[in-house]
């Protein structure tokens, strides 16, 4: 991969987008790719970010609940233990997982398994600190 649009494009063929415009896409991450028995999913989001207007990155996140319920020292605790691929964030009113990466020479397993692993550190999270799967 080498750029946004061909990003795009693979995600398109690959999951199933929920939203989309110029600079993001919202895909739902179905967990049934992996084990046909498990219907659990995850909003993922996929963010075009340029850096010195010349490097094109993408950010992989993805919302798993309000910041104003969780006990964000817990939480981040939890975060710096049991995580290897995301960074926590608060964006807006929520609480996100994120992991970003660099376009040029992108292979696709440098894409596909970072985001199964955030997806699935999300869903874990989300269930563990606001008892549900909302997002």
């Given at each position: 991969?080498?750029?946004?649009?061909?990003?795009?494009?693979?995600?398109?063929?690959?999951?199933?987008?929920?939203?989309?415009?110029?600079?993001?896409?919202?895909?739902?991450?179905?967990?049934?790719?992996?084990?046909?028995?498990?219907e659990r999913t995850q909003v993922i989001i996929l963010v075009r970010e340029v850096l010195d207007k010349l490097h094109e990155w993408v950010q992989i996140a993805s919302p798993i609940g309000l910041a104003s319920k969780v006990d964000l020292s817990a939480f981040l605790t939890e975060v710096g233990n049991s995580t290897i691929a995301c960074g926590a964030a608060i964006m807006g009113d929520h609480v996100v997982l994120r992991h970003s990466l660099p376009l040029k020479d992108l292979d696709i397993h440098e894409f596909t398994d970072p985001l199964a692993l955030l997806a699935g550190t999300a869903d874990r999270l989300e269930e563990t600190f606001f008892g549900g799967d909302d997002y």
């Amino acid at each position: 991969m080498a750029t946004w649009g061909d990003l795009a494009a693979y995600v398109h063929d690959t999951y199933d987008v929920i939203s989309e415009n110029e600079d993001e896409i919202r895909i739902l991450f179905n967990f049934e790719q992996f084990d046909e028995d498990d219907e659990r999913t995850q909003v993922i989001i996929l963010v075009r970010e340029v850096l010195d207007k010349l490097h094109e990155w993408v950010q992989i996140a993805s919302p798993i609940g309000l910041a104003s319920k969780v006990d964000l020292s817990a939480f981040l605790t939890e975060v710096g233990n049991s995580t290897i691929a995301c960074g926590a964030a608060i964006m807006g009113d929520h609480v996100v997982l994120r992991h970003s990466l660099p376009l040029k020479d992108l292979d696709i397993h440098e894409f596909t398994d970072p985001l199964a692993l955030l997806a699935g550190t999300a869903d874990r999270l989300e269930e563990t600190f606001f008892g549900g799967d909302d997002y």
